[in-house]
């Protein structure tokens, strides 16, 4: 599983910060790995943990549970960022090609010469067992739940080549942790769980679409599709739309599990920082796109903080 380095190159990846901890401390054989997995920039693991997270808690705020059961989440936050891994190192495998006609991601691994495209595979599959290793800790349930979730990530690659939205099918398969996590406490699925998820669902395309105005002008020449190109000069209002779902959907997910004011009082600040995001978005700047994309972990801390707050109150309703 050797880098290839016949390009003569082991430069970071473009839109990489440059005092990440993968470029300035990692062992350079294994810097062109960690950057295939997106370790120099974890925003995406993040963004693919919290909704895992969020319905962990909120679990167990419908269950009355005072305490956060912390080995369920850092098996959850091995398994985002395993997973994670594996996941980009597949989706770069299948757009080599593309990414290769691509500024940003020109100087990803696969198109750059660090990584052959058959050391990507192996080593999307070395994270994935890593993956399985997490799931094993789980019931079979959630186990098969979870492995349910490979159809989507499959598939996804392929999206934007055949549709306009590709952001629906990321928004399916990132927030599938938003199923998981609830079936990690209680075994089977329920509608607090179902309707988080499609809150999450419109976080991700809101956020994607975001992300995605930073490719625009490659993607058209490409024929891609991207919500970002469909919307154009209305993407502030359909982002602003997609985020005032999210939040309708994680407050009435919160209902119907029988949280806490103080998780009300979460999201409802969740959504100011959304707005903020909204109302001071420039698609034609792409250092602003990515620094309001990036702001969206503020959103899984927030939320996060939120369930955490309600389960502690519990415990001390317990005390009383």
Sequence with gaps: ?????????????????????????????????????????????WLLLFPCWWSLMLAQVSERE????????????????????????????????????????????????QVSPEGALKFAVVCALVGLAVLVNFDWFTIWLAIGSLALVSVYPFAKRVMPYPQLVLGL????????????VQGSLALPAIV???????????????????????DALLGLGSTALQFGEDTVTFVG???TLASL??????????????????????????????ATLDIKDPAN??????SNRDVGIAVFVGLLADTTLSWFAGLG
């Design 1 to 45: 599983m050797g880098a290839d380095f016949s390009s003569g190159t082991n430069l970071p990846v473009a839109d990489a910060a440059p005092s990440n901890w993968v470029d300035r401390w990692a062992p350079a054989s294994w810097r062109p790995y960690l950057r295939l997995g997106r370790f120099d920039r974890p925003i995406g693991a």
């Design 66 to 113: 005072p305490v956060a059961n912390a080995s369920y989440l850092v098996l959850f936050a091995i398994g985002a960022f395993a997973m994670r891994a594996a996941g980009c190192a597949y989706n770069d495998y299948i757009d080599r090609d593309i990414d290769a006609k691509v500024e940003r991601t020109r100087s990803r691994p696969i198109p750059s010469g």
């Design 173 to 184: 398969t990132f927030s599938w942790g938003a199923l998981v996590g609830w079936s990690a």
């Design 196 to 218: 988080l998820y499609v809150g999450c669902v419109f976080w991700t395309i809101g956020y994607d679409t975001i992300y995605a105005h930073q490719d625009k002008e490659d």
């Design 241 to 243: 739309a997609m985020y």
């Design 249 to 278: 959907f994680w407050l009435v997910a919160g209902a119907l599990a029988g949280a806490h004011l103080v998780y009300f009082l979460s999201v409802t600040l969740v959504f100011l920082q959304m707005s903020w995001q909204v």
């Design 289 to 294: 796109c990515l620094w309001r994309f990036k």
